[in-house]
Every structure is written in C-alpha cells, then in structure tokens.
C-alpha cells in the first residue's frame, strides 16, 4: 500500500486545520493507521492510531482533547482533525500504516511522505 499525507499549512496558534492521508494500492480497510509527527531536531513521535473499523483509537497524551483521528474506508482516507494548535504542534506530519492491528505502540509497516503543519504564535 501506498500512502500520501496532505493538507499541511501555516495556522495560528489556536487554529485548526485537518490532514488527510490516502492509500493507493491496496484498500485501506485492511489496515489500522497511525499518525506521527517529527519536530525540527526533535526525534518522531507517534500522535494517534486508529484500527480498520475504528473501535480502538490511541492518542498522545500531548493531544488528547484537542486532536481527533478519524477515517473513511470508502475513500481509502484517513483524517487527523486538529484543534486548539500551539506552536510545539509544529512539525512534519506521517502518517503509517499496518496489518498487525492497532496496538500500543503502533508498529508501521509502511510510512507515507510527510505534510508540513507550522504553527504560528
């Protein structure tokens, strides 16, 4: 499967704003999802998980509340609504998929190009 996160931008700080990452090759519904994000000089972390039928979600402690993973099989996407952005959410955007299930932590199999979210205070 192939995997292409988008959406990214320049937001306030307060903002919100909303990535998207779509699967090509193989129907997405096969797989949970993961987002991660990696900060300027700061090591990849994950975000939020979600499994293919959506019963089991996981978030980062850093984003509970104010981030909301979601998806839509038909559309072989799967979302990250973002509220409430602060200036530390800055950072490149990944999204990650595998067949292993939904588990903490999320094991990827496969990673998609990034999008760029920058946060301004």
């Known amino acids: 499967v192939q995997l292409q996160a988008s959406g990214g931008g320049l937001v306030q700080a307060g903002g919100s704003m909303r990535v998207s990452c779509v699967a090509s090759?193989?129907?997405?519904?096969?797989?949970?999802v993961g987002w991660f994000r990696q900060a300027p000089g700061k090591e990849r972390e994950f975000v939020a998980s979600i499994s293919w039928n959506e019963y089991i979600i996981y978030y980062a402690d850093s984003v509970k509340g104010r981030f909301t993973i979601s998806r839509d099989n038909a559309k072989n996407t799967v979302y990250l609504q973002m509220n409430s952005l602060k200036p530390e959410d800055t950072a490149v955007y990944y999204c990650a998929a595998t067949t292993s299930g939904n588990s903490r932590p999320f094991r990827p199999e496969y990673w998609g190009q990034g999008t760029l979210v920058t946060v301004s205070s």
């Open positions: 090759g193989r129907t997405l519904s096969s797989y949970a």
